[in-house]
């Protein structure tokens, strides 16, 4: 079984700075993706950064420059950075990875239980 676990949201004014984290546990083989996706009230999820096991990085047009998703590897940790927030950025932001347990089993997502960001004076 494979869980994870964020932390780092919280209240920030506009103009301000997060660093979210999200930490995997378990039976990791490998892990091919690793990201972030938020959902606002009211909104569909969506997804906010991503970063393949290439290290590849791609962002949301919303974030781009403002965001930066990077991975700890060791520890299978993820992180977010988040600088210059806006109100806009507030949202439930959820860990996603894919990964697998096994050479024989494929690799199938899984999702941490989200963390509330709010942005506001």
Do not use: H
């Not at 977010?80 to 439930?92: H, R, W």
């Not at 932001?93 to 089993?105: A, E």
């Amino acid at each position: 079984q494979v869980q994870l676990v964020e932390s780092g949201g919280g209240l920030v004014q506009p103009g301000g700075s997060l660093r979210l984290s999200c930490a995997a546990s378990g039976s990791i083989l490998s892990i091919s993706k690793m990201a972030w996706y938020r959902q606002a009230p009211g909104k569909e999820r969506e997804l906010a950064a991503i970063i393949i096991s290439g290290g590849m990085t791609n962002y949301a047009d919303s974030v781009k420059g403002r965001f930066t998703i990077s991975r700890d590897n060791a520890k299978n940790t993820i992180f977010l950075q988040m600088n210059s927030l806006k109100a806009e950025d507030t949202a439930v932001y959820y860990c996603n990875i894919r990964t697998r347990t096994s050479y024989t089993g494929g690799y199938f997502e899984v999702w941490g239980q989200g963390t509330l960001v709010t942005v506001s004076s």
